[in-house]
């Protein structure tokens, strides 16, 4: 049965919310031109209501959308293409924002929280900030409107209630039968079934939103020309916007370093480029800022920068899903035909602000004084210039695609090619970079509580100076680091963590909510070094030293970087023994692995049957027990061996052709100094077929043991079977199937071939043991002697090819990555105390 109903709610929903933002717009347009104080207050009603009413609208989207995901209602085309019937309810939820038409949604999500929020705690902002709230909310609702305009055949927007028969119109089930549903949708994405998933987008476009508050009352401050009154409530949320964002982009790194098999955390794809730049630039703002409350310098510089992290918001958003990008990025959004609109959306907001600026740009106030090379003014400005500077390289490396778009819509012809090396590109460049920035992150704290000359900075510097040149001395001449730019960034690193420490310790005696800057700064220093050894000094370890090829079809760096492991043959590889002990399926609803051998495979790939008792992550599960796994991976365990220490790890493969073949995730094996990075280069393919020994014959009895390839083994049963997977059985026909217990290196197996006369004609159904490449049949039944004829086939043992990287001192980047967000915490702490304490007063 179609589901018509739920669909058209959520469309008349969509349509409610972009009109009820416009109504909002104008509402509080009126109220902040309003002379009369009364035409004022009843435009602000009418601005809070129509808000009240978009975002009811909004929930509305949001909650139909759900029901259509998590109601399988695959009549329509976001639940098809990536939600099925299998996915957990987490990954339901994550597929919510799988789509572009979802990611829209949960963004104007987040933004109607946040707008809700600025009508309740600051009354003189509300009309002028929310104007500009309203129109964003607008631009964003357009993008799901999904309609066409009449006579026009304009498209506005990609609706995420369209139906699938709408899609796919050419199909020809449409034709035959227009109201056909399919039984299951395609599913989410296998790299995306991961709990970062879950997590991480919420977070990121939280950041989105959250760059809208600064750029808000931007506008408003230079609308109203209160040019220096907007900094002081923008403050506290810039701050929340730059732990926010930074936080999503982390949590984007750890799932690309536990997902994505490329070996690090950071890749320079362009899409982590995109939002890497308006964060660099967001908290460049954030400095210049604090600056102005602090001096009453940078306002210029600070209006120019909130401005540039929104414009870069929207300008990543159009590189992300516009499909300019094409093939440069490994995940990128595919052109829903929404790139014209992604440019209004952006140029209309870029246009408006630079405008404002040209307008009110002699009206500013400036600072007429020199900023001293000992004044605070100069090192916060050096280090915000530093940071734009990190972020124009990454941008101007990463727009290739888009100059060659804009050249060619001229008639140029432009051949301008991304970098073939992304990650030595930007690397080599922002290597520099940072070790300024951290350099700055140390030397500028000491100016930062007063004005300060040559010889107090000389006398502050000189103890952490001191400690930051032993330290140094003892990790270079430890980790044996000889190149110089590593050498000065580990310098750079220690130096800002010891000297923000001694900060930290005067402070916290007495003013502990100033430490926030030097937290963060502290943390910095920490990532500065976890990111110089884990990305400077990784290496590999799973070098082939046999010899030999692993094969002729691979290049000559695979077959020097991986190793081949066959089951149940140890190798050694990181000072530890190491041996592959087979293939293993991962249970749907549960922890832990299914030993492949220990189950029969049903045509359902999902469905697997226990051939014997088995007790996986807790539960038990009796033979002939049906288990439901997640068929499309395949996990390999891998034990390590060192002395008493034993570790296990499980990489994940499987082998997807609609997206490029073998599809790797890695496992992790964590110490306190290093990684071990693991993850599958080459598995045997399922579908290539196997090369056997010829049939060997054994005629045994029930109990009796005999040897199939150098293992005991066992025939303990033969019994009688009315059911037979994939083969129909009618009364007539006869099943039976063995039960052969095989001891293998690391444990028992059992093998349950099936001996079959239907139709009259005899047929043998044989059971493979992978693990030790093993194939039994079941050939003949002698009854007159009771002896039972056992077909023996070999081949070459279950194989994997890994490739194993030590990443040193990761865990360093780590804790830096969160000591940076207590110092965020900290900072905003106390910039949100001090807005409350200013509201009591009224002042804001």
Not at 250 to 278: I, K, Q, R, S
Not at 482 to 492: E, G, Q, W
Request: glycine share 8%; charged share 15%; hydrophobic share 50%.
């Amino acid at each position: 049965m179609m589901h018509y109903f739920i669909g058209n709610l959520g469309h008349f929903s969509v349509i409610t919310a972009f009109v009820t933002a416009i109504i909002t717009a104008f509402s509080y347009l009126k109220a902040t031109t309003a002379v009369d104080l009364a035409d004022k207050n009843n435009w602000l009603l009418n601005g809070k209501v129509a808000f009240y009413t978009h975002a009811v609208a909004v929930l509305s989207v949001c909650v139909t959308l759900y029901v259509i995901i998590a109601g399988h209602y695959f009549e329509y085309h976001y639940a098809y293409s990536y939600s099925d019937r299998k996915l957990q309810t987490h990954y339901l939820i994550s597929t919510f924002w799988n789509g572009q038409e979802g990611s829209f949604l949960l963004w104007m999500f987040w933004q109607t929280v946040i707008g809700i929020i600025l009508i309740h705690t600051n009354k003189f902002w509300e009309a002028p900030v929310m104007t500009v709230f309203a129109l964003v909310q607008a631009f964003l609702a357009s993008m799901i409107l999904g309609v066409v305009i009449p006579g026009l055949d304009i498209k506005i927007g990609s609706s995420p209630f369209i139906l699938l028969r709408d899609v796919m119109q050419d199909a020809p089930i449409f034709k035959s039968q227009p109201d056909f549903i399919p039984k299951d949708g395609n599913g989410l994405n296998p790299l995306l079934q991961n709990y970062w998933m879950v997590i991480h987008p919420p977070t990121l476009f939280l950041g989105f939103a959250l760059t809208l508050v600064p750029f808000s009352f931007c506008m408003a401050g230079l609308w109203l020309k209160k040019y220096r009154d907007w900094v002081r409530p923008t403050l506290p949320w810039a701050l929340l916007g730059g732990a926010i964002l930074g936080l999503g982009i982390l949590m984007g790194g750890y799932w690309a370093y536990e997902t994505l098999n490329f070996g690090g955390y950071w890749n320079w794809d362009p899409v982590e480029n995109a939002v890497y730049v308006p964060w660099l630039v967001l908290v460049a703002a954030i400095h210049t800022m604090i600056t102005y409350k602090n001096s009453e310098t940078a306002l210029k510089a600070s209006i120019i920068l909130v401005i540039a992290t929104f414009v870069l918001i929207l300008y990543s958003t159009f590189l992300t899903r516009s499909g300019v990008l094409g093939e440069a990025s490994v995940h990128s959004f595919t052109d829903l035909g929404l790139s014209g609109q992604l440019l209004v959306y952006l140029f209309f907001f870029m246009a408006v602000a630079i405008v404002l600026c040209i307008i009110r740009w002699k009206e500013i106030p400036s600072s007429k004084d020199e900023a001293s090379m000992f004044s605070r003014e100069f090192w916060i400005f050096i280090g915000a210039t530093t940071l734009c500077l990190m972020g124009f390289q990454v941008i101007a490396g990463t727009s290739i695609p888009v100059v060659n778009k804009v050249m060619g819509l001229l008639g140029i012809e432009s051949r301008l090619a991304p970098p073939a090396d992304a990650i030595a590109y930007y690397s080599k460049f922002q290597i520099w970079f940072a070790i300024v920035i951290g350099l700055l992150s140390a030397i500028g704290q000491f100016f930062w509580w007063k004005k300060i000359d040559k010889d107090k900075l000389k006398k502050e510097l000189a103890v952490p100076g001191l400690i930051t040149l032993v330290v140094f001395a003892i990790i270079i001449t430890t980790a044996q680091i000889y190149k110089v730019p590593y050498i000065l960034l580990t310098l750079a690193g220690v130096f800002t963590i010891i000297a923000n420490a001694s900060i930290v310790w005067s402070v916290m005696r007495t003013s502990p909510g100033m430490s926030g800057g030097a937290i963060a700064h502290i943390g910095v220093g920490l990532m500065l070094i976890g990111v110089m050894f884990s990305a400077g000094y990784s290496k590999i370890v799973s070098l082939n030293n046999t010899g030999m090829l692993i094969s002729k079809e691979f290049s000559q760096d695979f077959n020097r970087d991986n190793l081949l492991l066959f089951v149940h043959e140890p190798r050694t590889m990181w000072g530890y023994d190491i041996e592959y002990l087979g293939e293993r399926l991962e249970p749907r609803y549960h922890a832990g692995y299914i030993r492949k051998s220990d189950v029969t495979a049903t045509l359902d790939k999902d469905k697997v049957i226990a051939k014997n008792t088995l007790t996986i992550g807790g539960h038990a599960y009796k033979p002939k027990d049906t288990i439901e796994v997640r068929g499309e991976n395949t996990f390999f365990e891998i034990e390590l061996r060192k002395g008493n220490k034993k570790y296990t790890l499980y990489p994940r493969a499987q082998i997807n052709q609609e997206m490029g073949g073998l599809l790797a995730s890695p496992d992790i094996y964590r110490t306190v100094s290093a990684d071990l990075y693991t993850h599958v280069s080459s598995v045997m393919n399922p579908a290539e077929e196997q090369e056997w020994s010829k049939l060997e014959e054994v005629a045994v009895k029930q109990g009796q043991e005999f040897f199939a390839n150098d293992y005991v083994s066992v025939l303990d049963s033969v019994y009688r079977v009315f059911e037979v997977e994939g083969v129909p059985l009618t009364g007539e026909d006869v099943a039976v199937k063995a039960r052969i217990r095989v001891q293998g290196e690391r444990g028992e197996y059992i093998a349950e071939p099936v001996f079959l006369i239907k139709d009259k004609m005899i047929g043998r159904i044989p059971d493979e043991i992978q693990d030790l490449g093993l194939r039994l049949s079941l050939l003949n039944i002698h009854p007159e002697s009771n002896q039972f004829e056992i077909g023996i086939n070999t081949r070459q043992k279950d194989w994997v090819v890994i490739k194993a990287m030590e990443k040193p001192l990761i865990n360093v980047l780590w804790i830096g990555t969160f000591v940076v967000m207590i110092g965020f915490g900290v900072a905003m702490n106390r910039r949100f105390r001090e807005f409350r304490k200013m509201k009591e007063k009224g002042l804001e």
